[in-house]
């Protein structure tokens, strides 16, 4: 019983941050109908930029308090990652848009090496430790389950940051704009929403997203490097998928529920195939999923989209 | 043999015979060329050989067919590693080279065909994002794969393969001529490689305008009107996949025992992606454009 709780618990962290990750592929695919490669890497710029900025202020201000610091780091972290994401934009996507279907997601696929190997060239190979600001000490709530205030912090955060996200969306002329260029992009055109502008602001908005989970992330396993950022940004667009892809709650549910059966999956693997698997095996349950949920349901479980539009 | 005539524009248009013997003699005498730079440039020219052997492979399957195949690696691998299994000290079994390539083709285009009839519904990102996860998770399992039971010996891979034999013939030592004269085993590699590619190439031109081919084409310009004119897409996609899977099956036996090792490294997603490169680059759906691609 406390292995069952101790799993819920860790495939909630893992998963809201997929969640947060989700949103960004979401959004734009919602939008564009375009898979951004490249996403999972914004979550690799947010993690290091943050990173550079706290070894930073630790040599300049070594006495700041550590709440402070996460604040000044993130503060640094999502304008870049914000900017980036618009580059990205202009310079990658917007003169595609009208290109054949593979054209974009070739060239996603090279925006998304491109970064990897800039960020190789910036912070090295190696591994870096990621300095753990809130504590890590856990909690037991109930006897044997173990918390630390690092997770309650990332899921207490990435459940305010979708809820703000969701408002946005749904109460703001910009999201009603942003559900418009969605629906129907020349229509929308039409009456008067500059789409070029609401495009951009997506792919920002989502790499605020992205740079928030990457900081989560790495505060959480306490390393960062430069390829952090493709295994999860691969899981959260099947998170993207198993929600019903161009759906802001399913991305949300997607991710929630692709961290439980991730958890579930790498604490019971072992058990299940009497010990020929272990829990090395974790990465596969996936993409496992994402193929079963795509043969079988391919609009996801909240989705009305087709998946047979390319 | 009009591709090769093609790979030389300039000349090509004009006089295609006299292209076409140039193109066979720079590919006979590049590596001879390539000796005075030193020993590793032959190695370069063994190592685009097999790229060629992929990328015409992954040609088929993106070029032909039109559908996009982000984990073409893990055929490759599939090769490999089948050739490790039947010619290693690992299990302690020699088979020759005629026993393995056959082998490992067939397995290979089994993966493939599993690989496709789960996607067979799937199209455009969506089929590129699945082909990926199978990529991803067959490296996994090579990496995995040595606890309880040790099969592929995990992230070290497995060392010591068997050279290829050709009748009696090791290509791994150098031929002795004369006393003095020696031909390196790079050059036999080579012209063996070459040989492959020259075969492959053949195939596929003539498989290009067969019935095969052109239902291929028709399916990636318009699967609806495909289906309507009476072409079986499900059996078509599935000889895509199956094919290109056995291209990429032989060749990881050739890179396999070439390199003398394998190791799950080599097949990582950037592998899958240097090859889509290649044929991207080359141009899709062109012979010659895959070659060029992969030589570059």
Redesign the interface.
Known sequence: MEIFLQQIVNGLVVGSVYALVALGYTMVYGILG??NFAHGDLVMVGALTALQTMMFLMGVAPGMSPIAMLTLSLLVAIPVCMLLAFTMERLAYRPLRNAP??AP??TA?GVS?LLQTLAMIIWGRNYHTFPQLISTTPVQPIEGVFITPIQITIVIVSALMMAGLVLLVTKTKLGRAMRATAENHRVAALMGVDTNMIIALTFVIGAALAAVAGVMFASNYGIAHYGMGFMPG?KA??AA?LGGIGNLGGAMLGGIVLGLVESFGAGYIEHLTF????S??Q??F???I??LV??FR?TGLLGERV???? | MNELALAVPWLGKRNPQAARWLVIAIAIGAPLVAMMFGRTWVRVLDFALLYILLALGLNLVVGFAGLLDLGYIAFYAVGAYTAAFLASPHFDLHMPIWIVLPLAAFFAAMAGITLGFPVLRLRGDYLAIVTLGFGEIVRIFMNNLNYPINITNGPQGINALDPIVLFGWDLSRNVQVTEELAINSLFLYYYFFLACVIGSIIFIQRLQISRVGRAWAAMRDDELAAKAIGINTRNMKLLAFSLGATFGGVSGVLFGTFQGFVSPESFSLMESIAVLTMVVFGGMGNIAGAIVGAIM
Request: charged residues 10%; without cysteine.
């Open positions: 375009l898979i279907r593979l997601l070739i696929i090496f691969l667009f099947t998928v010990g020929f698997l272990n090395s095996y990465d596969i996936a993409f496992i994402l193929g795509l043969i391919p998946s047979d539009r390319a």
